[in-house]
């Protein structure tokens, strides 16, 4: 498959988006589902591993990082739910 170059479209949303959904799912699945104590721990790793990969994504221009582990650059939760249409540092807008 062949990418079109003009078509230059961001996948931080996607990525923010994935990231959430299997946390959740996650979440859903050790507080409603009656699971072994051996699938709790699957499923807590799972979650773990995915509420640290949030600091992973980064701009596709830039590669500033989503969301930063820096006291004065702390963002609220909606920004990294939400990530805004334009980047903040290099200014590339999300289409």
Sequence with gaps: MVRNPSNNRST???KVALTWAIFIGSW?????????????????L??????????????????????????EKLSSLWRVMAPPKRCP???KERV
């Design 89 to 91: 540092k290099c200014g």
């Design 46 to 71: 799972v979650a773990a591993i995915d509420a640290i990969s949030i600091y992973f994504i980064r701009c596709e221009a830039c590669h500033d990082p989503l969301v930063s582990l820096q006291p």
């Design 12 to 14: 931080v949303r996607v």
């Design 28 to 44: 859903g699945a050790l507080r409603f589902a009656d699971l072994s104590p051996r699938l709790q721990d699957v499923f807590f």
